[in-house]
């Protein structure tokens, strides 16, 4: 069964330190997302992206984080200088359209010291 | 902003019992209802969805409901099992599509 595949499962990084979180979709997926969740909260929205662009982001997306899709398989969450309220398990799923199941990781757990 | 709310927070229920866990929206665009189950460790895994065209779905042990004109929709679980001992979530998605709204989250607790 195709899934969401995401590296690393746990990353440890010094506060100002930049993160890079990777995803693989589902490979004929054309819709990517990536969410938050911070310890014991819900998980939350992050930013989506379609056609090599962000279509939709939410507050918590700033100028520290970016995104890309650098070839046809990988979806990248970057965090140029991480805070210690970035430490949150992050999730990356994904959907064949707009409107369709999302699919999601096992996601990778940030902890910033 | 569009809000999805989720009750109870935990929910601890004896093996063969049913639980029931309930979200109301805020959007009335909204129309897209999915509930994951997530076990520790682990990402989000959908179980089940209803879109706002059906008032019922059911899959096996699991069924959710909807009321659109109450903005409420329910996941039931029957004949609970340990294994369906986990957090589940539920969310809601606007009709153009896109990011998920997420409730709080539901801690199951199904004691042998």
């Known amino acids: 069964e195709p899934e969401v595949t995401q590296t690393p499962s746990h990353q440890v990084t010094q506060m100002g330190q930049e993160v890079i979180l990777r995803c693989v979709p589902i490979s004929n997926h054309l819709y990517f997302y990536w969410y938050r969740q911070i310890l014991g909260q819900k998980v939350e929205f992050l930013v989506s992206?379609?056609?090599?662009?962000?279509?939709?982001k939410s507050e918590i997306f700033d100028d520290q984080f970016s995104v890309e899709r650098p070839d046809g398989s990988n979806f990248t969450l970057k965090i140029r200088s991480t805070k210690l309220e970035d430490s949150a398990m992050y999730f990356c799923?994904?959907?064949?359209?707009?409107?369709?199941?999302?699919?999601f990781g096992q996601g990778t757990r940030l902890t910033v010291v | 902003g569009e809000n999805v709310e989720q009750h109870p927070s935990t929910l601890s229920v004896q093996e063969g019992d049913s639980a029931v866990i309930k979200c109301t929206y805020s959007?009335?665009?909204?129309?897209?209802f999915p509930w994951y189950k997530q076990e520790l460790g682990k990402g989000p895994q959908l179980i089940i969805d209803?879109?706002?065209?059906?008032g019922e779905k059911k899959d096996q042990r699991i069924a959710v409901t909807l009321n659109k004109t109450a903005k409420h929709f329910s996941l039931h679980i029957t004949e609970t099992q340990p294994e369906d001992s986990a957090v589940y979530f539920c969310?809601?998605?606007?009709?153009?599509?896109?990011?998920?709204?997420f409730g709080q989250g539901t801690e199951l607790s199904v004691k042998p």
């Open positions: 799923a994904s959907t064949r359209q707009m409107n369709t199941e999302a699919f």
């Open positions: 992206f379609y056609n090599n662009e962000i279509s939709e």
């Open positions: 959007d009335s665009a909204s129309n897209y």
């Open positions: 969310a809601g998605r606007h009709n153009q599509g896109g990011k998920l709204i």
């Open positions: 209803i879109r706002s065209n059906v």
